[in-house]
């Protein structure tokens, strides 16, 4: 029988990168064609090739593409990257992904394959670089690392380097996928040594990495004043970030241009300069920073649900699967595959309606889904079910409502996966 590309890659031997190959990539298509387009800026506070043994190599997850930031930090390090497991399905990533070794990793479930990968390049004494957060920064700041990343350390007990970035997120934004040339910087540091992780708990270990990756691109521009180029629309597709209006507190009422950004309920407007300062209309007031304006929207869903815990919030949608035997075209990561609502409530998360033209319905409780993942940008949302992906289109530009809803009930019932500390001030609101 056939092998489906799922059963293909599950089976997959990961060796670390071959020398001339990653070479090549670096020279060529790293340093010679990518890194001069975003004006990135270096410093190393230690040498990870003096590492002679196997490590970890973490960073602050703000793009699509840090690994040209992570490469050029590194060089000649070679490093296996831990991707997420749909970019594998997809047609004009699948080669290059395969050819460089790349792990796949699905994302916030167990994953024993992507363990077995892990280990056996540490058995090799190779380099795994991967992001704690397990998926790119949605609002220019951080999602805590995935829970359980200070046992996984401690277990391997090797040394942990980190890759801070600034800017990145700036010059790649979720909400927008236009590259808007500013400055990155990029800074190479020791996080944990071996003493270090033997001696200490889990939970003072991922407690110091979650403090450690912690930054806000928003923030450090405020006072970096670094002008960006915004393509000439600084608010595409910003509403589906800013999902709430700051004037007359309606949700899902936002809509933007290239230009602006307005509540079509109260005729709120506001525009973004080339530093992502927020301009209020005359009259009008906004958050400081988009990053601002995302937390306070978490904020009052978190007291929607103190106030009824027992209200169930329902979103029609669309779903797409990955299929078995081909790649996945148009830069798309997965293909349509059935309609129905999206439930979100106390319990858990619900998938109630069609998948391949019959009836289904999936569930997942709050200890097997934390967040969803957001594989490409603000417009839509994705999970695992029974190990399997799926995308999850919602209508009327609701999926950042839904990951707060999903993330803030998960974490009253479970007492998981907490906010970093520099957004805990959203529960005292």
């Not at 004006?39 to 506070?45: G, P």
């Not at 600034?166 to 990029?186: F, H, P």
């Not at 190990?387 to 999926?399: H, K, R, T």
Request: aromatic share 12%.
């Amino acid at each position: 029988m056939k092998k489906t590309l799922q059963q293909k890659l599950a089976e997959k031997k990961f060796h670390r990168p071959n020398v001339i190959l990653y070479k090549t990539l670096y020279k060529l298509v790293v340093k010679h064609m990518l890194e001069p387009k975003y004006n990135v800026h270096y410093t190393r506070e230690v040498d990870i090739n003096d590492c002679k043994g196997p490590c970890f190599l973490v960073y602050n997850h703000q793009s699509r593409i840090d690994y040209v930031w992570l490469m050029g930090a590194t060089y000649p390090k070679r490093l296996n990257f831990l991707v997420g497991y749909n970019e594998f399905f997809r047609s004009h990533l699948a080669f290059i992904l395969r050819i460089a070794n790349v792990i796949p990793k699905k994302n916030f479930t167990l994953d024993v394959p992507a363990m077995k990968g892990i280990a056996s390049i540490i058995r090799q004494g190779g380099c795994v670089c991967f992001s704690p957060e397990g998926m790119s920064s949605i609002s220019g700041h951080n999602q805590p690392a995935v829970s359980g990343t200070g046992n996984f350390l401690k277990h391997y007990g090797i040394p942990v380097y980190q890759v801070e970035m600034a800017g990145a997120y700036l010059t790649n934004t979720k909400y927008c996928l236009d590259e808007r040339k500013g400055r990155i910087d990029v800074n190479l540091k020791l996080l944990f040594s071996p003493e270090y992780l033997s001696s200490a708990e889990p939970e003072e270990i991922e407690e110091k990495l979650n403090d450690a990756l912690y930054h806000d691109d928003f923030e450090w521009n405020a006072k970096k004043q670094i002008h960006f180029d915004m393509k000439g629309r600084p608010t595409h597709d910003l509403h589906y970030l800013l999902y709430r209006c700051p004037n007359c507190g309606h949700e899902l009422c936002m809509e933007s241009d290239d230009t602006h950004i307005h509540c079509r309920d109260c005729g709120f407007s506001a525009t973004l300069d080339d530093t992502y300062k927020l301009h209020p209309a005359e009259g009008y007031s906004c958050p400081e920073s988009i990053s601002r304006w995302f937390d306070e929207e978490r904020g009052h869903t978190y007291q929607q649900i103190k106030e009824d815990p027992e209200r169930i919030y329902e979103f029609k949608c669309k779903i797409g699967r990955l299929p078995p035997f081909h790649y996945v075209k148009n830069m798309k990561t997965s293909e349509p595959a059935g309609e129905g609502v999206a439930i979100i409530n106390k319990h858990g998360f619900t998938y109630e309606g069609t998948l391949m033209g019959e009836p289904v319905t999936m569930f997942l409780t709050y200890n097997e889904i934390p967040t969803f993942g957001m594989p490409v940008d603000t417009s839509y949302l994705a999970f695992y079910h029974n190990g399997e992906y799926y995308d999850l289109f919602p209508e009327n530009g609701a999926s950042i409502k839904m990951l707060h809803l999903l993330e803030e009930f998960g974490r009253l019932a479970t007492g998981k996966w907490p906010l970093p500390k520099a957004e805990r001030w959203i529960y005292s609101k």
